[in-house]
């Protein structure tokens, strides 16, 4: 992770939890765990190796878990950690902020 620069805690957020993906990933998993390719039909336009990035980042980060289940096929699920049940509030509050954001452009 990168240092926080400013020692602002909205920088520190934004270090984290920035991008274009990773709350749009952790919204849809705090919904339900969710296997690789169920993601990627939820969010068509990411691709494969940036999800991939991404759900590693997450896991490193204590947001995701990542289990592997012995069976065969192999089957690998996604799901959020205790501590990312902690950024619910941040999601439902980017969710209210793009429902008024589409208003305003309708």
């Known amino acids: 992770m990168k240092d926080n620069i400013s ?3 909205v920088e520190e957020a934004m270090t984290v939890l920035g991008g274009r993906w990773r709350m749009l990933i952790i919204s849809f998993l705090l919904e339900k765990p969710m296997r690789f390719n169920e993601l990627r039909r939820v969010i068509p336009n990411i691709s494969q190796r940036m999800l991939t990035l991404e759900l590693r980042f997450l896991e490193e980060e204590g947001f995701v878990l990542r289990e592997v289940y012995a069976q065969v096929p ?3 699920e996604y799901s959020i950690t205790a501590e990312g ?3 619910k509030k941040l999601v439902d509050v980017l969710q209210e ?3 008024w954001l589409k208003s305003r452009t309708s």
């Open 7 to 9: 020692g602002c805690s």
């Open 74 to 76: 192999v089957k690998v």
């Open 85 to 87: 049940q902690h950024l």
């Open 97 to 99: 902020v793009g429902i």
